[in-house]
């Protein structure tokens, strides 16, 4: 019986999008400076720094890759794309809300169905990461993954039941490492969320 995989996540770094709460979704936005800044000062736990690494190929998730320390090689993985939000990419939750009323809220309450006009469906990103799934268990090589939010919560689902009707019962930070390990039969656990990689403030150190 071989033995489970363990993977981390990584959500890419900020971009003046998510300062302004818009959905990204496909759209190829850069990292803010504050994002690049923030990137530059990650510092991976000692048993993930080394791990293989692979990146979604938006251009936000390959920046944090290449400026995570230690710097190594990453290999892009299409599968790692953010989730489309279609029509609704630009967009801030609160201006939908507004907008679209409760037709709006009735297709938040589809969980994993929910589909923004002309998108994908948290189901539809499940299926396009079931084959990177199966890779990474039948490598046997820890990997580290970065990515987006979207990715993150469809696998989050995957790992522990949750429909995404309701709140999550673990909440996944955006600066974080989160823990998973794959088997060879494809069952997903979470093993550790949000394993912080903040570097400590040098001031709060010496008060």
Do not use: C, Y
Not at 28 to 40: H, I, K, T, V, Y
Not at 98 to 120: A, T, V
Not at 122 to 136: E, G, K, Q, T
Request: hydrophobic letters at 40%; zero cysteines.
């Amino acid at each position: 019986m071989t033995r489970p995989v363990p993977f981390a996540l990584l959500r890419h770094g900020p971009t003046a999008w998510n300062a302004e709460h818009r959905l990204q979704g496909r759209s190829d936005q850069p990292l803010s400076e504050a994002g690049e800044e923030l990137a530059r000062r990650w510092q991976l736990p000692p048993d993930v720094a080394h791990w293989r690494r692979v990146s979604s190929p938006l251009r936000r998730a390959r920046r944090t890759a290449a400026l995570l320390r230690p710097q190594m090689p990453f290999t892009v993985v299409p599968a790692l794309i953010e989730m489309s939000f279609g029509e609704w990419e630009g967009r801030t939750l609160r201006s939908l809300e507004d907008e679209g009323g409760e037709e709006f809220r009735r297709n938040e309450k589809r969980g994993l169905d929910l589909q923004p006009p002309g998108g994908e469906t948290p189901r539809m990103v499940l299926a396009r990461l079931r084959p990177w799934l199966a890779d990474v268990a039948r490598s046997g090589v820890p990997v580290l993954a970065i990515t987006h939010k979207g990715v993150q919560r469809a696998l989050l689902s995957l790992a522990t039941g949750w429909t995404m009707i309701d709140k999550p019962t673990v909440r996944l930070r955006s600066q974080a490492i989160h823990l998973f390990e794959i088997d060879g039969q494809g069952t997903l656990r979470l093993q550790q969320a949000n394993i912080a990689i903040d570097e400590p403030d040098p001031a709060e150190l010496s008060a």
